[in-house]
């Protein structure tokens, strides 16, 4: 039987040597590309963390585990958005560290390209942030839906520093396996089939990752006064910043970084596949 090429998902070894290419390309593109693709990869991820909060109004009439597995699914949308259109996301942005081991990026283009990233996300994420305010959402289903904003966005400041770095660590390791797993697919559906169920393994499960919080904490921390006056004192923006986002980011890097990036790349040691 012959082995039709257009049609046959990747190896691993091709999946390697597919996802070196489509990272190095990425990491050498312009400022400006480059900060418009991450900008659009916030969005996305905090878009798909919108669908989740609209999926768990009224889910306390349902068992915990499933309204859980319910809003990972849903969630699962923000990354299919951010692989399909070929945008910049930060966590599956850390295995270009593959390329540093290969020599194909220095350190400071690597940190520089890690960091512009960074901010396109958060700009893209704070900017639905914006957009929700002024839609008015929070007050969808009586504000229900404010209210689970806020007990998502609380429960994120409850983690002790290392649980915080543990769980980025999970997160991270099931994103990059979902965008790594992708690479196989020669279909949307073949991407979209492998993207669904590392997504919601981990949405599900309450690990944190890190861009989809700049969407959910700032979210939670503006609405407070609103929904909750004189009460959830822990949703500050310096409880954010040092009891989730920089341990999570760190968590991030060695789940996304060191445990897929470099993981495979010491497997499979690709090489590049096309002309750069």
């Not at 999946?15 to 312009?30: C, E, N, V, W, Y």
């Not at 520089?112 to 990233?117: E, F, I, T």
């Not at 991270?172 to 559906?189: E, P, Q, Y």
């Not at 920089?246 to 040691?269: A, Q």
């Amino acid at each position: 039987m012959t082995n039709d090429k257009t049609t046959a998902i990747a190896t691993p070894a091709e999946m390697a040597a597919l996802a070196q290419d489509a990272m190095l390309h990425k990491a050498r593109g312009t400022v400006g590309r480059t900060l418009l693709l991450a900008l659009t990869g916030g969005g996305f991820i905090a878009l798909g963390f919108v669908f989740y909060v609209t999926s768990q109004v009224g889910a306390d009439a349902m068992p915990w585990g499933v309204a859980k597995v319910l809003g990972g699914l849903v969630f699962s949308v923000g990354l299919m958005l951010v692989v399909l259109t070929g945008a910049d996301l930060f966590t599956s942005t850390t295995m270009t560290l593959m390329l540093k081991a290969s020599g194909d990026l220095s350190w400071w283009r690597l940190l520089r390209h890690w960091g512009l990233v960074y901010v396109g996300n958060a700009v893209g994420a704070l900017t639905i942030v914006a957009l929700i305010l002024a839609g008015g959402v929070q007050h969808s289903a009586g504000g229900q839906w404010g209210q689970v904003v806020l007990a998502t966005a609380s429960h994120k400041l409850d983690h002790t520093f290392l649980e915080a770095v543990a769980l980025g660590i999970l997160c991270n390791l099931l994103v990059c396996l979902a965008v790594w797993a992708a690479f196989s697919g020669r279909t949307t559906t073949d991407k979209i089939l492998a993207l669904v169920g590392p997504v919601a393994l981990f949405v599900a499960t309450g690990f944190e990752h890190s861009v989809a919080n700049i969407f959910m904490v700032p979210l939670g921390i503006l609405i407070r006064p609103e929904f909750a006056p004189g009460g959830l004192e822990e949703l500050t923006w310096v409880n954010f910043v040092t009891a989730n986002l920089i341990p999570v980011t760190l968590g991030n890097i060695v789940g996304g970084g060191l445990m897929i990036g470099l993981f495979y790349w010491l497997v499979f040691r690709p090489k590049r596949s096309v002309a750069h």
